[in-house]
Each structure stands twice: as structure tokens, then as C-alpha cells.
């Protein structure tokens, strides 16, 4: 450990947060325009099956809400975001007392409750809001402690990509040929990992000075226990929710396995990392996958990542006043 909290000297100062760059033109046009085909997409399959059962796509939608099993289906996903919260908390502790410093289990859930918050529009931003709450509650260094933030969202890349090759595998004859290609993305992938862990131990072009920025820091200090103890921590929050959708789907009329979902939660879940209004590409994916089903597959991916995200953001609530009087002291 290199630094601690509360350590702040004239000679030493800390450094400010990372600074937060505005996504480009470009990237706001693809995300727009990717979500607009989503959209387009979902109304096209809604409306098709909405005619083959002869009614309108307001009757449609409105028979396959009035089907859920809605009372079961709140507590079931009120109970998820409760342990999700443990588990998520509990990573970002450990990975923090890797690389940083001490930092208690209570202490950190406030902030990452506040968290949250912000990242009912961007998940990658409400990390960011946690570096920039560390740096300001407990002086620890902006940048290295954005370098913890990114360590957690590298390894939560080959986390979902490793739990998607073990869905593949148990569930190959459930799955779209298209999901074949997992095996060959997942080898690319552990090469990468292999090389990127062999680099920042300075085995591999050891004169190269872009490990010594302190936004690397923590892939720096990383040792390959270090991955493998993130996935062992992480995983039981994507084990939980193959048991929660399941049962969700099911509670929506749709039958479904433990298998099944284990093929696919993984790579719904990338989907669901990308930045569209309401994660339209997480419930476009629902409908591809489940096609006999567009109705159903529609509203349950709506109001699954949804109301995961806005409960989710209710439990930061909680922590807000904390949160208000830590940073500003009000």
C-alpha cells in the first residue's frame, strides 16, 4: 500500500480527480443512432406480433403487462438489489484495500449507494463519481484511485466474458450459432490478459514509461491473484442473478432454465453496459434471443434493467444526506 487516508503534506499534495471528458459528437451521433434502430427494431417485431394475435399494439402490450405476476416479481427483485449491493460494495472494499488503502466495508457503501445515483445514465460516470468522492472525503489521490475504477471495470470485461464461455459451454445446443464465436472471442481475450498482466510487471518492453501513470496505478500493483480474487468476489452476484431472472421470466410467462440463462445473462449483461436511453440494446437483445415470445421478452427487459437501476439509485437515497455532509459538510 503506498498511500493512506488522510495523508496530505506540502511537499506531497494531492492530486485532483481525474477530469471528466464529454463524450465527442461522434460517439453522442452512434449511441443515438444505435439507439434509434433498437427502437425502430422493437417496434417493428411489437407491431407484427401484436397483428398476428389481431389486436393493437396498445392492447398487445397492455395484455402481456396485465399477465405478470407483479407482487412476486417486486419482492424477487427488491431482494436482488439488496445482496447486489453487498456483493458490488463488497468488490470495490477489497479492490480498494489492494491498491489504495484501508478502507472499511461501511465506509464505502455510502459511497457507492450515491453512485448509483449518477449511474442510472452511465454506469463508467458513477465510477468516476466514486473516485472523485475518495478524493475528496479521505484525501486519497484522484488519479490512483481512478486507476482502482478502472481495474474494476477491466476485470468486470473478462469476468462476464468468462462466465459467457462457461454458459457456452454447458448450454451450446440452447444457444444462436452466433454464440459460437464465444470460444475463439474468449481465447483472444486470455491472450490479451496474459500479455496486459506480463507488461505491467515490467517483463515486456520494461523501458516503456506508460505504466508509471498514475491512472495505471493500480494495474501496476496488480498481481494475477489479484484477477482471479475479483472474479471469485464478483461471481456470485452473476450466479444470483441467473437464479433472480430465471424466476423473473417465469414470472412473466415465459419458461425458462437455469442452463439457458446461463448461456445468455452474460453477454444480455454487455448489452446492458451499453449506454442507450433505458438500455434499449439489453431489451433489444431479449427480443432477438426469446423471438417466440417478442411481447414478453419486450416488457420483461424494460422493466428488469430498469427497475434495477431506479431501485438501485432509491438505495443511494439512502446515503445522500451522508453523502452531502461528507463532501460539502451540510
Not at 187 to 207: C, D, E, R, S, T
Not at 232 to 246: N, Q
Not at 285 to 313: D, K, S, T
Amino acid at each position: 500500500m503506498t498511500n493512506t487516508p488522510n495523508q496530505e503534506t506540502e511537499t506531497n499534495p494531492i492530486p485532483a480527480s481525474p477530469p471528466r471528458k464529454k463524450p465527442s459528437a461522434l460517439q453522442r451521433g452512434i449511441f443515438l443512432l444505435l439507439t434509434a434502430l433498437c427502437f425502430v427494431y422493437l417496434y417493428y417485431r411489437l407491431n407484427g406480433a401484436a397483428m398476428r394475435e389481431g389486436m393493437g399494439l396498445a392492447e398487445y402490450m397492455s395484455q402481456v403487462f396485465s399477465s405478470v405476476r407483479w407482487v412476486p416479481w417486486l419482492l424477487l427483485m427488491m431482494g436482488y438489489s439488496l445482496a447486489y449491493f453487498a456483493i458490488d460494495t463488497l468488490v470495490i472494499t477489497r479492490a480498494l484495500n489492494w491498491f489504495i488503502a484501508p478502507i472499511k466495508y461501511r465506509d464505502i457503501m455510502p459511497i457507492r449507494g450515491s453512485s448509483y445515483i449518477i449511474s442510472i445514465f452511465n454506469e463508467q460516470i458513477g465510477k468516476g463519481a466514486m473516485a472523485y468522492y475518495l478524493n475528496k472525503r479521505d484525501k486519497v489521490p484522484g488519479w490512483e484511485t481512478g486507476s482502482v475504477m478502472l481495474f474494476i471495470m477491466f476485470c468486470e470485461i473478462f469476468y462476464l466474458l468468462i462466465w459467457a464461455t462457461i454458459g457456452f459451454v454447458f448450454t451450446t445446443e440452447l444457444l444462436p450459432d452466433v454464440f459460437g464465436l464465444i470460444p475463439y472471442i474468449a481465447g483472444v481475450a486470455a491472450i490479451f490478459l496474459v500479455l496486459w498482466i506480463l507488461y505491467f510487471q515490467g517483463k515486456i518492453l520494461p523501458n516503456s514509461s506508460l505504466r508509471e501513470k498514475s491512472i495505471l496505478h493500480a494495474f501496476k500493483l496488480a498481481k494475477p491473484w489479484h484477477y482471479g480474487a475479483f472474479f471469485l468476489l464478483r461471481s456470485p452476484a452473476i450466479i444470483l442473478a441467473i437464479v433472480v431472472y430465471t424466476t423473473a421470466l417465469n414470472l412473466f410467462g415465459v419458461e425458462a432454465n437455469f442452463l439457458n440463462m446461463m448461456g445468455v445473462l452474460p453477454v444480455i449483461f454487455f448489452a446492458a453496459a451499453v449506454p442507450t436511453p433505458m438500455r434499449a440494446a439489453a431489451i433489444t437483445l431479449w427480443v432477438v434471443l426469446f423471438p417466440e415470445n417478442e411481447g414478453q421478452m419486450a416488457a420483461f427487459g424494460f422493466v428488469q434493467h430498469n427497475f434495477f437501476i431506479l431501485f438501485n439509485a432509491s438505495i443511494g437515497l439512502l446515503f445522500w444526506r451522508r453523502a452531502q455532509r461528507e463532501l460539502f459538510g451540510t
